[in-house]
């Protein structure tokens, strides 16, 4: 994976270090259309909006092959021990840095991460101290059946 992620504006930073946590859930495309237009709507309204930062996925698959128990570890490592650069991470947790780079990028695509650039070096951060993941389980049906043995 190249690394195409677009550097956060120095205001996104700010604002992203200010939340406490990230929430991860599983909604379909149309459930996320809806809520932020639902959003969108109430903040013209001049209702209160919910600002908590969201991180959704479309399907359980996609929210678990990315949010593997190693990736979680990864982003626990970078919490915690705070690495200076890739390299560092890389040396943190074990593992090949460019193995680690590309879960790096991936992780600042989606906006769990984002890096501080210091000249050549680019520091992973981690802008949340929890991250709660939903995971809503919908009836198979709105009709009530019973069991029978």
Known sequence: MNDTTAPLHPMEREQLQSESTLVVTVRSSGEFHDDVTAE????????????????????????????????LDLIEAIGREEPSSINETARVVGRDVKNVHEELSRLAQLGIIFFEEDGQRKRPVVWFDELVIELPFESESSDTATATP
């Open 40 to 71: 969108i709507k109430a903040h013209e309204r001049g209702d209160a909006v919910d600002s908590t930062p969201t991180l959704s996925f479309t399907s359980y698959d996609d929210l678990m092959g990315t949010l593997t128990p190693r990736v």
